[in-house]
């Protein structure tokens, strides 16, 4: 078993906007690519040219549909990672402390020499948020990217999650959720940003701005009906109405 | 336990190289990261206009495409029969004098029976350059199979269409359409616009069969009928129009609304502009009540005009556009059930687009002059933007529906205004500024002029003395008199079929023609490999360049292997298709951040060398040398015409180093690598909006190079050259078209935009066939490339069919079962799944997924080759017979467009079969598969 800190210096995390994410897996790939050149092993593939290609992946994108009780249906995509959570099961099931959560920042790892590919931790993740490498034999999760988000050799602007740089729709923010003033925990507070099953008691760090409510047009034309009171039923008094309006003009 | 110790600022790379990516057609800027010499990681570059440092799935997966196991190793020679894949590796010197040998005599005696056809080229000014100068009529690129409909459309309508030749103004528009845009045109530029707009929370409504990835964030789900997105537009217009709610003011000064039409039936100008000695289209002044040129200083057009000249009735455009759209056949009641819509929804659209136009008027105070000379102070936009894509135009209704999406725009003033659609220099450029086609052959000398161009008339077509087309692909013919970017999909099979002439040799280049991006996709690749009574191949020779082992690469006799986008040359230039951005121009290049390690050369490098070879003029200088070694070369040096070369940045000047206008400068490369790839000029502010009768637009532009002189011009609700075509096919002029097309070129080719039915609903029974089929490119995945990579095959490995719930009901399928479905053409056997978000009459899947076992370098049980599928097979380049004895193209009769999306079909669930069907032997494969693991990690060692 191992210990969560009681408290930690900040939570960064992300906020990750559902009304906004288009589902192009932008985040999944810039991940992949960052992650298989940094941070411990890389992430590796399986078969990826043949029959069943599988790779270890730290970000997913799934797609839904949901059919609301009126209107078409429609389709969420739903971004997916470690939540790096408070109270984190995947932490304290780990038999020989590889995973850990750091003190200063919240962001949860895996101590790569230390994990002995268990699968413990991704067992006791409800979110299926861990990949054990198949070819390195240990757990791969999401790092927040702790080697660029601190790193003196990018540029400022580029410290931050290879996600949040990538992604075109805007829809990944990343920051300190445990700050209320914060940039993030301003647009959670705005949009109404939700836990992802509070339920399981994790307290995830991460958080999820709900799609905005959508097909809103319910058969109704009176408010707007105005905006198409006729000039005219046909082309001559149509006509008659462009000449009163030109001579205004 | 105490924590590790990370090393929180491990080092990056050893060194970032900027380029252009080329991962699709969106030509973003990335920083790639070398390490040891190895390219290890890619991202966005943030100075960049085009993606601002952001990048797509592709993108960011270019590391696998650029170390591909498909990727060709060294030219190839047949050594098999056609299709087999089985080759030899030969030497460049061998490849060149294979070519030659098949080329040299061509050009010598009919230049015609070379057939150069470049698909995917963003090197279009170059490669027509070249095949001008070999003398062959036969050029074209992709886009008459892919989205020549908008691009004509928006040319002939207001001097430039949508993606690469304008944009949203993002940052002031309110509310946002998009009509049949899948996910992936452009890519980077419109998710980065959704953002914006989602951020200040302007409303987006997504008009589309198919409820994915825009159209899934979408605040409103349009479902449309496909096919019919040209009536609902037009019933839009018809309230608008009724209601009053259009842009008067706009409307008279900026467009031809008030141009004055011959209305006299009998007249042989009937329905053409009245003139005067200069040739100017007239308008009533409003000041005096007479005739005027319509860009007179001071002039206040009217839009009601009429007047009697010479005993012929004249009335402006504007009055017969009302007659038109006010008819109640374009009334919500009288268009919705086609549409899938009801009267109300159509209803409530009109209003809110009213509303927000008119209501919320975007107003800058930013002073400017118009070309008649009238000062403003401000300028005032309509904040509703439009974007369309091949979902309204890969229809056989496309042009016109394309059109009437434009007129729709302009009626509400919503074009070059704040907050409306707006242009990316060089455009806009109005297609009387455009070049016409040429097709004068002379053996051994160049082609008369470019090949590709606008028509305005019957003289302007490329046919030959005895009417017949000029040209293979009988582009720019009474079939298609506006086919604009040529024909490539008619291509094989005429040149298989002799008709209007045989071909020797044909000359492809990065098009896969021999399987995703051709209809009747069995038809072709027998078309490829059939031979006559002698045993020869009935097109003689086949040269394929591609950088990949594609399906193509397997039905050529010689290959001219390419290098990936990071080991090359390119621009992306001004004078082709260019990257600018609404408020700048701008081009870039690409550049070899890492060196090839295979026996490949650049396929732009290879033509200098084999136009050098071949003595094109051009290509050689006086004494016969080869004029340029490399593309590098031509793409400094080349002069197009005085001062102006493929880039416009960092050219020689008196005073040193300008843009847009100058001499060559050697060193020009160079600045654009120091400066990211890429080089921008900003629009003057003065300069941003208004942009076709803007004075200080139009005097930036002729410093810039784009236009010699100021050229404004009137956006074209009504489009003359379409009522020229119109004339002749009722018996007007020398130039007449063959009896059987005449009914239909007067019917089409209207010069104000209509809704007709898709063609195929003419020629297949719509009882028998009750379902619309679709498809639609992943956001992650760009054509046939995307299936190569390690990673982003594991987005979109499969496609599935996608069947609405009731379908799914109706015919007993669960998920994963399988269905037949069938066309006029032929059917298909696939996987399918269920979907909600989809219109209850259509089915849908990704496209080009589906692969040829062997191809790709993918081992032959992919699932992309024993799962996916294509719907190409379902689709024909003719369309059914009908009883008249003609077979008609299935194609857009004024453009020539591939009508992908008139396909109708019926469903029923099969048996599950070993694999989908049809299912085709495998290739060879020239390059073997790729490896079993990866594990992608370049450690740097320094």
């Keep these: ?95 020989t402390g590889a995973s850990y959560k750091r003190t200063e920042d919240g962001i949860v790892l895996v101590n790569e020499t230390d994990c002995i590919g268990c699968g413990l931790c991704a067992w006791a993740c409800p979110y299926g948020a861990r990949e054990l490498d198949a070819a390195e034999g240990v757990m791969k999760k999401c790092t927040l990217c702790v080697d660029r988000i601190y790193n003196e050799n990018l540029p400022e602007e580029d410290r931050e999650p290879a996600c949040v740089r990538t992604c075109p729709a805007g829809a990944r923010h990343f920051g300190d959720l445990g700050d209320p003033e914060s940039a993030v925990s301003q647009l959670v507070a705005d949009r109404g940003g939700m836990d992802l099953m509070p339920e399981q008691g994790t307290k995830p760090v991460n958080k999820y701005l709900p799609p905005r409510p959508k097909d809103g047009w319910q058969g109704e034309v009176d408010v707007l009906a105005p905006w198409l009171a006729p000039v005219a039923e046909e082309p001559r008094g149509f006509l008659g109405w462009l000449d009163r309006t030109l001579e205004k003009l | 336990m105490a924590e590790p110790q990370l090393d929180l600022s491990p080092k990056v790379s050893d060194e970032v190289r900027q380029t252009t990516c080329y991962m699709c057609a969106c030509r973003c800027g990335i920083n790639v990261h070398l390490k040891d010499g190895k390219v290890a990681y890619i991202e966005g570059n943030r100075a960049h206009p085009v993606n601002k440092g952001v990048l797509c799935a592709k993108g960011s997966a270019g590391i696998l495409q650029h170390n591909a196991p498909s990727r060709l190793r060294a030219p190839l020679k047949r050594t098999g029969p056609r299709g087999s894949g089985q080759f030899e590796e030969i030497s460049w010197d061998e490849a060149y004098d294979i070519a030659v040998s098949w080329l040299k005599p061509l050009r010598e005696t009919a230049p015609e029976k070379l057939a150069f056809f470049t698909g995917r080229d963003q090197s279009q000014s170059f490669t027509s350059f070249w095949a001008q100068n070999f003398g062959t009529p036969n050029y074209a690129a992709h886009g008459g199979f892919c989205s020549v409909n908008m691009a004509t459309a928006g040319i002939y309508t207001m001097g430039g269409a949508f993606w690469e ?75 608008l129009l009724r209601a009053g709610r259009i842009d008067v003011e706009y409307l008279a000064r900026y467009t031809n609304a008030p141009v004055l039409l011959d209305c006299d039936p009998q007249s042989p100008s009937y329905g053409l502009f009245l003139r005067d000695e200069d040739d100017k289209p007239q308008v ?18 009217d839009l009601t005009g009429h007047i009697r000249r010479a005993g012929i009735s004249h009335v402006s455009v504007m009055t017969q556009m009302a007659e038109r759209y006010l008819h109640p056949d374009y009334a919500p009641e009288a268009v919705a059930e086609r549409c899938g819509l009801t009267p109300e929804r159509i209803r409530a659209l009109a209003a809110e687009i009213a509303r927000t136009a008119f209501e919320e008027p975007v107003v800058l105070n930013r002073p400017w002059t118009d070309f008649r000379g009238e000062r403003h102070d401000t300028m005032v936009g309509r904040p509703v933007a439009f974007h369309a894509m091949r979902g309204i135009s890969a229809h056989s209704n496309g042009f016109q529906t394309a059109r009437a999406l434009h007129v729709l725009q302009i009626l509400l003033g919503a074009v070059e205004t704040p907050g409306g659609f707006r242009f990316k220099p060089p455009y806009p450029k109005p297609a009387t500024a455009h070049p016409k086609p040429h097709c004068r052959v002379t053996p051994g000398k160049p082609l008369d002029g470019p090949h590709l161009g606008f028509t305005h008339g019957p003289d302007d077509l490329c046919l030959k003395d005895d009417g017949s087309p000029a040209r293979i692909d009988k582009a720019f013919t009474w079939e298609n008199p506006m086919s604009a970017h040529g024909m490539m999909h008619m291509v094989i099979s005429n040149a298989h079929a002799g008709d209007p002439y045989r071909i020797d040799t044909l000359f492809l280049y990065m098009a896969n023609m021999a399987w995703n991006s051709s209809m009747n996709t069995r038809g072709v690749m027998e078309m490829l490999s059939d031979t006559d009574e002698n045993g020869d191949y009935v097109i003689p020779h086949i040269i394929y360049s591609d950088a990949y082992s594609s399906e193509m690469v397997a039905y050529a006799d010689l290959i001219l292997p390419d290098t990936t986008y990071l080991e090359r040359h390119d621009c992306i230039s001004l004078l082709d298709r260019p990257i600018c951005e609404p408020d700048a121009a701008a081009d870039a290049i690409r550049w070899p951040v890492v060196e090839p390690d295979r026996d490949v050369r650049g396929f732009q ?338």
Aim: one cysteine or more; proline letters at 9%; glycine letters at 10%.
């Design chain 1, 1 to 95: 078993m191992t210990q969560l800190p009681e408290t930690t210096t900040c939570k960064l995390g992300l906020v990750i906007d559902l009304d906004t994410c288009v589902g192009c897996h932008a985040c999944v790939i810039s991940c992949k690519g960052w992650n298989t050149e940094n941070y411990g092993a890389p992430l590796s593939d399986q078969d990826p040219y043949g029959a069943a290609p599988s790779g270890t992946f730290l970000n997913r994108v799934h797609s839904y549909e949901v059919q609301p009780e009126t209107g078409p249906a429609q389709l969420i995509h739903f971004p997916k990672s470690c939540l790096h959570c408070e109270d984190a099961p995947c932490v304290t099931v780990c038999p």
């Design chain 2, 165 to 239: 030749f304008g944009a949203p103004d993002w940052e002031h528009t309110k509310l946002f359409m998009i009509f049949g845009v899948a996910e992936d045109h452009d890519s980077n530029p419109i998710k980065m616009g959704l953002g914006q707009l989602k951020a200040r929370g302007a409303k987006v409504i997504g008009v589309n069969p198919i409820r994915t990835g825009y159209n899934a964030v979408a605040d409103e789900w349009i479902g449309i009928t496909p096919g019919t997105d040209g009536l609902f537009i037009l019933s839009l217009v018809h309230e």
């Design chain 2, 284 to 301: 009533i002044d409003r000041r005096t009540g007479k005739t005027a040129a319509f860009d007179a200083p001071g002039v206040k057009p």
């Design chain 2, 605 to 942: 490098s290879a033509l200098c060398d084999l136009g050098a070879r071949l003595g094109l003029p051009g290509f050689v200088t006086e004494d016969g040398a080869q004029k340029y070694a490399d593309y590098a070369d031509y793409i400094v040096n080349h002069i197009r015409k005085p001062g102006i070369g493929p880039l416009a940045g960092w050219r020689m000047g008196d005073k040193g180093l300008q843009s847009g206008r100058g001499d060559v400068n050697a060193a020009q490369l160079d600045e654009y690598i120091r400066n990211g790839g890429f080089f921008v000029e900003h629009v003057p502010e003065e300069a941003a909006y208004f942009k076709p009768w803007n004075s200080a637009y139009q005097d930036w532009a002729v410093q810039m190079g784009f236009y010699d002189a100021p050229q404004p011009y009137l956006f074209q609700l009504y489009v003359e050259p379409l009522r020229r075509f119109q004339l002749a096919a009722e018996g007007h002029g020398d130039r007449q078209p063959p009896e059987h097309l005449r009914e239909r070129i007067k019917t089409t080719l209207d010069p104000l935009p209509i809704w007709y039915p898709p063609f195929e609903d003419g020629h297949v029974d719509p009882v028998e066939y009750p379902v619309h089929a679709l498809t639609q490119r992943p956001m992650a995945m760009y054509h046939s490339w995307g299936t190569q990579n390690a990673w982003l095959r594991q987005l979109h490995g499969v496609n599935p069919l996608y069947v609405p719930t009731a379908l799914m009901r109706a015919h007993g399928l669960k998920d994963g079962d399988w269905a037949r479905v069938s066309s006029a053409h032929g059917s298909i056997t696939v996987p399918v799944i269920e979907m909600a978000a989809l219109n209850p009459h259509t089915v849908w899947t990704w496209n080009a997924i589906g692969k040829r076992k062997g191809a790709w370098a993918l081992s032959p049980d992919a699932p992309e080759a024993t799962k996916g599928f294509l719907l190409n097979h379902l689709i024909h380049e003719l369309l059914p017979p009908k009883g008249d004895g003609l077979r008609w193209a299935n194609s857009d009769p004024v453009t020539g467009q591939a009508a992908w999306f008139d396909l109708r079909v019926k469903i029923e669930k099969s048996a599950a079969p070993d694999e989908s069907q049809p299912a085709f032997p495998p290739l060879a494969s020239p390059v073997g598969s790729g490896p079993a693991h990866l594990r992608w990690q370049v450690r740097t060692t320094s």
